[in-house]
């Protein structure tokens, strides 16, 4: 819900205009960009000192602080009262029409104005977003934005333009924890099949591919065991009823071995199956 995260909004279009009004040429943009993306992490103090430092950007204090205050701006409204005449009115009037357009659509809550939102990347033309967790507890969720012209370096005639996004999978995992809105999940699967060794590795490859295409869900054991009673222990954590063991003896009669775990009559819980028979794996034995 908008309780547990938000999405901070900005227009690159908008800095750029802004950071165009501070005498910060189109060479140094991007750089600056870059340098101003860290705020979060290294506070305004570093930044103010790299911006005026790194030789890239190399602008004078006052630019600096200036550059700092427009970034503390909570709202478009006071964006447009630290900064006055200049800026780019068309990317203000689109950022006016997301935040009203969210909240006709009904997730207005989760977008929030911010104004140090300027993302590193040098191909951002318009919008610019960060979806983070409300408790400030972990890093960026996601972040992206709009590009116009990306495509057109790789060959694209005409301007395109798009949204992208990239998102940190570890961070959703650890947000989804904290509001314990994981699900817990059964590890389960049909087989586990293992070669013999690492001269028949190719061979369980192709068991296991028969297996797939007859349905049954598959864990490929890529690295051979030197006991196969690893195997087993393996089958069990990943929660697989069958082991289909690859080996040469039985290869060379053009079958492979395959073990029930679940059966309760241990004399009769491993089978030597012809291959063509895999594809009716489930009768191989009753059912558990």
Same mark, same amino acid.
Do not use: H
């Given at each position: 819900t908008?309780?547990?995260v938000?999405?901070?909004?900005n227009s690159?279009k908008?800095?750029g205009?802004?950071?165009k009004k501070?005498?910060?040429?189109?060479?140094q943009?991007?750089p600056?960009?870059v340098?101003?993306d860290?705020?979060?992490?290294i506070?305004?103090?570093e930044v103010i000192r @790299?911006?005026? $430092?790194?030789?890239?950007?190399k602008?004078? #204090?006052?630019?600096?602080?200036m550059?700092i205050?427009?970034?503390?701006?909570k709202s478009?409204d006071?964006?447009?009262?630290?900064?006055?005449?200049g800026? %780019? !009115?068309?990317?203000?009037t689109?950022l006016?029409?997301?935040?009203?357009?969210?909240? $006709? &659509?009904?997730f207005?809550?989760?977008?929030?104005?911010?104004a140090s939102?300027?993302r590193?990347?040098?191909? &951002?033309?318009?919008?610019?977003?960060?979806c983070? %967790?409300?408790?400030? @507890?972990? #890093?960026?969720i996601?972040g992206?934005?709009r590009?116009d012209?990306?495509l057109?370096?790789?060959g694209?005639?005409? $301007?395109?333009?798009?949204?992208?996004?990239?998102?940190?999978?570890?961070?959703?995992?650890e947000?989804? !924890?904290?509001k314990?809105l994981?699900?817990?999940?059964? !590890?389960?699967?049909?087989?586990?099949?293992?070669?013999f060794?690492q001269g028949?590795?190719?061979?369980a490859?192709?068991?296991?591919?028969?297996l #797939?295409a007859a349905g049954?869900?598959?864990?490929m054991?890529?690295?051979p065991?030197?006991?196969?009673?690893?195997?087993?222990? &393996?089958?069990?954590?990943?929660?697989?009823r069958?082991?289909?063991l690859?080996a040469?003896? @039985?290869?060379?009669q053009?079958?492979?071995?395959v073990k029930?775990?679940?059966?309760e %009559?241990?004399t009769t819980?491993q089978?030597d199956?012809?291959?063509?028979a895999l594809?009716?794996?489930r009768?191989?034995?009753?059912?558990?």
């Amino acid at each position: 819900t908008a309780q547990d995260v938000g999405i901070k909004v900005n227009s690159r279009k908008v800095m750029g205009s802004i950071l165009k009004k501070f005498n910060i040429s189109e060479a140094q943009f991007a750089p600056v960009c870059v340098v101003v993306d860290k705020l979060d992490k290294i506070g305004p103090d570093e930044v103010i000192r @790299e911006l005026m $430092e790194n030789a890239e950007t190399k602008v004078p #204090r006052e630019t600096a602080e200036m550059i700092i205050k427009t970034m503390a701006a909570k709202s478009v409204d006071e964006l447009k009262v630290i900064c006055g005449d200049g800026v %780019d !009115q068309e990317g203000l009037t689109e950022l006016g029409q997301l935040f009203d357009q969210a909240k $006709e &659509y009904g997730f207005g809550d989760f977008l929030v104005f911010d104004a140090s939102v300027v993302r590193g990347l040098a191909y &951002y033309t318009g919008v610019v977003f960060e979806c983070f %967790d409300r408790s400030g @507890e972990l #890093r960026a969720i996601c972040g992206g934005g709009r590009y116009d012209r990306l495509l057109s370096l790789y060959g694209s005639k005409q $301007e395109v333009p798009c949204v992208g996004f990239g998102f940190g999978d570890c961070v959703i995992l650890e947000l989804l !924890q904290m509001k314990n809105l994981l699900p817990a999940l059964e !590890q389960t699967a049909d087989f586990v099949v293992a070669a013999f060794d690492q001269g028949m590795l190719a061979k369980a490859m192709s068991v296991a591919a028969r297996l #797939r295409a007859a349905g049954a869900v598959v864990d490929m054991q890529c690295e051979p065991k030197k006991k196969v009673g690893l195997t087993f222990d &393996y089958a069990n954590r990943v929660g697989a009823r069958f082991v289909a063991l690859v080996a040469p003896t @039985e290869w060379d009669q053009g079958m492979v071995r395959v073990k029930d775990l679940r059966a309760e %009559d241990k004399t009769t819980n491993q089978l030597d199956v012809q291959l063509d028979a895999l594809a009716g794996w489930r009768d191989l034995f009753p059912a558990a």
